[in-house]
């Protein structure tokens, strides 16, 4: 359990371990210590405000990786009703990292994927740290064309280190398995919502990622790179991944300014682990609010095309580059 | 001396370089393919006189404000290449079929994507699909261009989705994969090609060797994730030498929309 407690956390845990004894010791009645308790909880209060207002990229990116962070399949159980999980990429094998499968939002039919983290050790190795192999990839390319068939909207959780590094990953072609999907995605002919809920870990996340809203969570990351990795490029020493997280503009905040992202959905204080059943409620609110504001954007029939000419310019638009027009400098 | 003559990487030869340049900077010992500058790569796979480049004004910017660590690195390799980024685009005839080609140049940033890569090559490819002409991208690249961050990543589906729209309008597209094509650029445009290339023994892949091996806690095969691993893995049409290079994309490119009949 200690182990799941991030540094930034300890001082907070330290004061709400004192604040549940003194409630223990007044419950027994043999003082009445209500007002130590009140100055207490407001201090604690103070403190996680103090502490979560002011995190740096680095925390956020440990925060995006909280052990006790809720992992797709929270989100899909807590969101959705009647979840029907669906296997297997029908080619090689199911892959326990990338989850897929029916579902209703507020009683309307969906598709969902995600990555999926294991909540502790045994679990983890079984999904490989929410790492998806080419086999994950090839489920949700199979399963989102189904849902193009059935006309049903796409809500994918992103929550990934990266594509799984490993031998077998690359035999089967990780590289072409990640480009397939953003080359279908982009092109599927209905809704699709990306929400990320924790790490956003370069290709492996992008490969579940494109759609016609990018929606992420206050305290998660999404990054080209992890922070360690870079660090051990840039640096050749992977302990300067905090001096890295800021380098790379990771946070949510961030990525809205550089509008990578649309939406920030906020979390509980603490983060969503202290509080899941407040960022269930404010990530259903941001999916049905996105899915009905892309809906009504459109008038049938030509719906499909104006959808999918609509997201190529949303991510045609990205980037930031220098031009030369008739000897004036022109950044756009 | 160090002008005259080059050392083979591979076989560790010392070769003659103007031999090096005749054999069409193939080791002439051991077949090692030694990486080319775009200019070279135009010049060996463009008809004669035909290059005429598109979009030559894009340059990067700093997005992130990361300051001179990046934009002198880029001005130095501007300076080394004689390149504005990582990638020439523009419109050429092959073997007599007019095409929009794409080469990347290894040596400018390492290949690698940021904005102004995916940029061009997006650019490049919506003008193949005005024009109606098949698209050859000839590709060299470590990856996604880290000092972009997050905007590097999103090129990789902005390159992705334009080649969506060439596959819609029934075009060809025709990618090379030379040594090394990985990461993001593998993992986006330059395997999406309707037919893909290499050339012998490029490191291709998604992910680097020091990871995987850190990851998994073994030592890699010989010969992994070069092209014949990946042609045995089903992953690219064809590994092609050098010097028939130019010859197989012209012949192909007779299959497609715009090919001479």
Known sequence: MSDSILDIEKPLEKLEGKIAELKKLNADGAIDLTEEIYLLEEKALRLKEEIFRNLTPWEKVLLARHMKRPTALDYIQNIFSDFIELHGDRLFADDPAVVCGFAKLEGRSILVTGHQKGKETKENLRRNFGMASPEGFRKAARLMKLAEKFHLPIISFIDTPGAYPGIGAEERGQFVAIAENLKLMSRLKVPIVVCVIGEGGSGGALGLGVGDRILILEHAVYSVISPEGCASILWRDGKKAPEAASFLHLTAQDLKKLKVVDEVIPEPLGGAHQNPDIVFENVKISLLKNLKEIEAQYSAPSFEESLIEKRYQKFRKIGIVMEIVESNSKKY | ?261
């Open chain 2, 1 to 261: 001396m160090e002008d005259l003559w080059e050392k083979c990487p591979q076989c560790k030869e010392v070769v003659y370089r103007k031999a090096l340049e005749e054999n069409l900077k193939v080791c002439p010992k051991c077949k090692h393919h030694f990486r080319l500058t775009a200019a070279e790569r135009i010049a060996l796979t463009a008809d004669e006189m035909t290059f005429k480049e598109l979009d030559p004004f894009l340059s990067p910017g700093d997005p992130l404000g990361i300051g001179k660590s990046y934009t002198e690195k880029c001005l130095e390799d501007e300076k080394k290449t004689g390149l504005k980024e990582a990638v020439l685009t523009g419109t050429a005839k092959i073997g007599g079929v007019s095409a929009v080609l794409g080469v990347m140049d290894f040596h400018y940033r390492g290949g690698s994507m940021g904005s102004v890569v995916g940029e061009k090559i997006t650019r490049a490819i919506e003008a193949a699909v005005e024009s109606q002409k098949p698209v050859v991208m000839i590709t060299a690249s470590g990856g996604a261009r880290m000092q972009e961050g997050t905007l590097s990543l999103m090129q990789m589906a902005k390159t992705s989705a334009a080649v969506a729209k060439l596959n819609e309008a029934g075009l060809m597209y025709l990618c090379v994969l030379t040594d090394p094509t990985t990461a993001g650029v593998a993992a986006s445009f330059a395997s999406l090609g309707d037919v893909i290339l290499a050339e012998p023994r490029a490191l291709i892949g998604f992910t680097g060797q020091r990871v995987i091996e850190e990851t998994i806690r073994q030592k890699l095969p010989p010969g992994f994730q070069l092209s014949e691993f990946f042609l045995t893995h089903g992953m690219i049409d064809l590994i092609v030498e050098r010097r028939l290079l130019k010859e197989t994309v012209a012949r192909l490119l007779q299959y497609g929309k715009g090919g001479l009949s």
